[in-house]
């Protein structure tokens, strides 16, 4: 992908055709030029609106901080911090800092409280709300609402970024195949509109190399689902482990310095691999069980073929 610098006066943030997908293929820190972090912080002021789960975001942006004080952020509650030399946050909506859906996007009441957000701070150039568990239970009609929502407060905001994201995988069975559902609208969305996604559930899904799925029968077919990464299961931050936070903060930073103008580096051809979770399917297509089936059945084939050999042998057969 290659940038075209936006050349409204009040940023200079980079446009994307094809959209620009911020993924598990984004995690690599020490892959972002020194210089480009300095840009994003120079040029990027970040409105985040959330609630439990999209705080793992910023715990992750604090402790890859607390590792390396060059990744500086300064992240104020309901308020644009000022640092120079600091990616600056404001963390909430108005005076809100616990944001559903309706306190940004839902409800007309919501919608004028973001528009009052950006009109009160004018110079936040990037603005993006976090989904809860939400997505497991929407339909698609609601999945069309957010993303109508959205689209119109890019209307009425030109000079600003939007990032959607994707609802976190953690859930599973009916719900986490809703919630898949509803996750591959958006991506589409994003795809087809040229969109700045922030793919929070492939982030849960992938780790290591790894990526976790679980099988789950929609009443016409069996489809692979994508879930939460079982290294990642646990309740240290935000609903997760500090892993997966700092996992969320590494993709955070590469998406801010390619919306300050960094062309990253393609992402790898295929980094599919097997799966992890137990019960799921793997890359084969086949159930683990189904896999331990065959590698003994294999292998009392191997044992009657010798047998037969030693036999013929024997007798002079």
Sequence with gaps: MTPAVNANPRHSLSQWEGGLIIDHN???????????????????????????????????????????????????????????GALCIYDGNGVEDYITPDLYWESA?????????LDNNPTLTVSMWSWCTQLNYYDQGQVQDYLDAIAGLEAANPDVTFV????????????????????????????????????????DCWHNGVHSTYSYFN??????????????HGDEAGHTTYTSCEQKGKAFWWMVAMLAGWNAPPPPTSTTSGTTTSGTTTSSGFQQSDNMVLTFSLAVIGVLVVACVVSNRRYGR
């Design 219 to 232: 009443g016409t077919a069996t489809i692979t689902v994508p879930v939460e990464h079982p290294d990642f």
């Design 109 to 117: 009441e919501g919608l004028q409280l973001t528009q009052d957000t």
């Design 164 to 203: 959607y994201m994707t609802c976190n995988a953690q859930a599973d069975s009916s719900e986490g195949y809703n919630r898949h559902v509803n996750n591959e609208i958006i991506r589409q969305y994003c795809r087809n509109n040229d969109k700045v996604l922030f793919d929070f559930a492939d982030l």
């Design 26 to 84: 984004c995690i690599s820190l020490s892959s972002i030029p020194s210089t480009w972090i300095d840009a994003a912080q120079a040029d990027v002021r970040f409105h985040y609106a959330h609630t439990s789960h999209g705080s793992q975001i910023v715990i992750g942006l604090e402790m890859i901080e607390d590792a390396n004080s060059a990744y500086s952020v300064n992240i104020g509650y309901c308020s644009l911090p000022t640092e120079s």
